[in-house]
């Protein structure tokens, strides 16, 4: 029988891939600089969006570009660290899980949406962007 991870035994395993039943990673661009919050807490949370763009060859062997847009929130430290460094265009790569949220729109319609809580953010290009 095949065994994907050979150096987990047992138990170790499972917890991997408990670890892994929840988990996002995308490296894209950031649509607009975040929308930073302070709560009454004191606890600071960034919303931002980020694109990936997939390009590939249709069944014409037409180019295909599809963009992607993926809502993004980040809490805490990682807020602080997005206020001060993320801007409009920049690349990133982001891992964290998704949440499934609703809210009542001003009309009273309930809406849904889905985000990425960020629990590592990596900043990428090169200095000469910044």
Not at 13 to 32: D, E, P, S
Request: glycine fraction near 8%; charged fraction near 25%; avoid cysteine.
């Amino acid at each position: 029988m095949f065994n994907p991870f050979p150096h987990y035994a047992g138990n170790t395993k499972r917890k991997v891939m408990y670890a892994l039943k929840n988990k996002v990673q995308l490296i894209g661009n950031l649509g607009n600089a975040p929308e930073i919050r302070n709560l009454e807490s004191g606890k600071k949370v960034a919303r931002f969006s980020v694109a990936t763009t997939e390009v590939y060859r249709n069944a014409k062997g037409e180019r295909v570009t599809e963009t992607q847009w993926h809502n993004v929130v980040a809490w805490g430290k990682l807020a602080e660290i997005a206020e001060k460094y993320l801007t409009k265009g920049k690349e990133v790569a982001v891992e964290g899980k998704l949440i499934n949220r609703s809210y009542n729109d001003k009309n009273g319609a309930k809406k849904y949406i889905t985000e990425i809580q960020v629990n590592e953010l990596l900043l990428l290009g090169s200095k000469m962007n910044d």
